[in-house]
């Protein structure tokens, strides 16, 4: 019985983690929101937000510039 209620808190651990990390790769930045109102712009690198739908992702934004056309 003990087993079964520590693997229980131990899942439930692991996903409340999981939902608060949070990745940004190089040359992309990441806007957040609180409650649908904008709360922060994150760089790249590892960063932590609130859980549970709290704060969430709003937009993922690329850096690059993408160059069309010839070079003369």
Do not use: W
Not at 15 to 44: C, D, H, N, P
Not at 61 to 69: E, H, K, T, V, Y
Request: with cysteine.
């Amino acid at each position: 019985m003990i087993l079964i209620v520590l693997v229980i808190f131990l899942m439930v651990l692991l996903s409340v983690v999981a939902s608060t990390l949070y990745v940004v790769r190089q040359q992309t930045v990441v806007i957040i929101e609180r409650f649908g109102k904008y709360q922060t712009t994150s760089g790249s690198g590892i960063h932590v937000r609130l859980p549970f739908g709290i704060d969430k992702i709003a937009a993922r934004i690329q850096l690059r510039l993408l160059q069309c056309g010839n070079e003369n």
